[in-house]
């Protein structure tokens, strides 16, 4: 009997934990409206701003009720979301006159309503793009999120234009649309970056959506005449997607090309007759267009055409003249 009895305590014991731990995984108003405040503060800061913060999955009781006027003040402008549409019904604002939410979430932008106990993805994110922080709590999905997901360069050899190369991605549950990638060009001026203003305003490239979890890549040329320390910042970001900072720095060292003043004679038979170049040459140049413009700059009237780092041509219509003297 005494087992039996045992038994029956363990049974009883297991069954008032499991009551327990279940009401104490249902939060109460209270609890998720200062979880979410602190959600909100973390969302704002440098590191995160932009960015997605997730809260915890929350298993939400029925009539459960949040309104925007709990996190909104003088300082902050706050609004809520629903974003999946196999829990949210249409928005009230967008419902007709006396229409039933028969899902498990009616909400507009200023309230949330479970009308079901429903386990819940709720998120944080805040832009800054106005005079306010604007921050949005999201409940049904991880909103989309723009990402960068890696930066690299190589150099054209032909012109010696940096060719950038930038990986997106997005990084939420939800469709991202109109991406967007924009780059500030920054030198580093007595140990600061600084913008540069004078530079040429490169054109923002865009992405039309993006699929959850889809990446695409851009390609991107960049021009610098001048030698120093740069900085490549990139942001990408989409409509309701907030956004992603990058930057990539790289050192643009001094142009030390220089001239050689010898000069070489190449023929070429061709099917109109013969082709005759001047091969011209240069040292120290990192880049072919390098030695072709160090020519060009002495000779202006001559076209000098792109060969090697090393060597520049142009052509006349014989043998025994020059490329200068047929130019001038």
């Given at each position: 009997?005494?087992?039996?009895?045992?038994?029956?305590?363990?049974?009883?014991?297991?069954?008032?934990?499991?009551?327990?731990?279940?009401?104490?995984?249902?939060?109460?108003e209270?609890?998720?409206?200062?979880e979410?405040?602190?959600?909100?503060?973390?969302?704002?800061?440098?590191?995160?701003?932009g960015?997605?913060v997730?809260?915890?999955?929350?298993?939400?009781?029925?009539?459960?009720?949040?309104?925007?006027?709990?996190?909104?003040?003088a300082?902050?402008?706050?609004?809520?979301?629903c974003?999946?549409p196999?829990?949210?019904?249409?928005?009230k604002?967008?419902?007709?006159?006396?229409?039933?939410?028969?899902?498990?979430?009616?909400?507009?932008?200023?309230?949330?309503?479970?009308?079901?106990?429903?386990t819940?993805?709720?998120?944080?994110?805040?832009?800054?793009?106005?005079?306010?922080?604007i921050?949005?709590i999201?409940?049904?999905?991880?909103?989309?999120?723009?990402?960068?997901?890696?930066?690299?360069?190589?150099?054209?050899?032909?012109?010696?234009?940096?060719?950038?190369?930038?990986?997106?991605?997005?990084?939420?549950?939800?469709?991202?649309?109109?991406?967007?990638?924009?780059?500030?060009?920054q030198?580093?001026?007595?140990?600061e970056?600084?913008?540069?203003?004078?530079?040429?305003?490169?054109?923002?490239?865009?992405?039309?959506?993006?699929?959850?979890q889809q990446?695409?890549?851009?390609?991107?040329?960049?021009?610098?005449?001048?030698s120093?320390?740069?900085?490549?910042?990139?942001?990408?970001?989409?409509?309701?997607?907030g956004?992603?900072?990058?930057y990539?720095?790289?050192?643009?060292?001094?142009n030390l090309?220089?001239?050689?003043?010898?000069?070489?004679?190449?023929?070429?038979?061709?099917?109109?007759?013969?082709?005759?170049?001047?091969?011209?040459k240069?040292?120290?140049?990192?880049y072919?267009?390098?030695?072709?413009?160090?020519?060009q700059?002495?000779?202006?009237?001559?076209?000098y055409?792109?060969?090697?780092k090393?060597k520049?041509?142009?052509e006349?219509?014989n043998?025994?003249?020059?490329?200068?003297?047929?130019?001038?």
């Open positions: 009997m005494k087992v039996f009895e045992l038994l029956v305590y363990a049974i009883v014991a297991i069954a008032l934990i499991f009551i327990v731990l279940t009401l104490f995984n249902i939060p109460n209270n609890n998720l409206i200062q979410l405040k602190e959600s909100i503060i973390v969302a704002q800061t440098k590191d995160f701003m960015k997605t997730k809260l915890e999955t929350e298993l939400i009781e029925k009539d459960f009720y949040l309104s925007k006027n709990a996190f909104e003040d300082l902050i402008s706050v609004a809520l979301e974003n999946n196999n829990l949210c019904c249409i928005r604002a967008e419902q007709i006159e006396n229409q039933i939410c028969t899902k498990n979430i009616s909400w507009d932008y200023d309230f949330m309503k479970l009308e079901n106990e429903t819940l993805k709720i998120s944080v994110r805040c832009l800054n793009d106005l005079k306010l922080p921050c949005r999201y409940f049904g999905s991880y909103p989309a999120q723009a990402e960068i997901v890696e930066i690299n360069k190589s150099t054209n050899e032909q012109n010696g234009k940096i060719i950038s190369t930038i990986i997106v991605k997005n990084n939420g549950e939800t469709q991202l649309n109109a991406g967007r990638l924009q780059l500030t060009l030198k580093n001026v007595v140990g970056w600084e913008d540069i203003i004078d530079a040429i305003q490169y054109e923002i490239q865009e992405v039309q959506y993006l699929l959850p990446e695409h890549t851009f390609t991107q040329e960049i021009n610098i005449t001048t120093g320390k740069y900085r490549l910042l990139y942001k990408f970001s989409g409509i309701n997607a956004f992603d900072e990058k990539l720095e790289i050192e643009h060292s001094q090309c220089t001239i050689i003043e010898e000069t070489n004679y190449e023929i070429q038979t061709i099917e109109d007759g013969k082709l005759y170049r001047e091969i011209k240069c040292e120290n140049c990192n072919a267009y390098e030695c072709a413009t160090k020519w700059t002495k000779y202006p009237n001559v076209d055409q792109i060969l090697t090393d520049t041509y142009c006349k219509t043998e025994f003249s020059t490329c200068e003297s047929e130019a001038s």
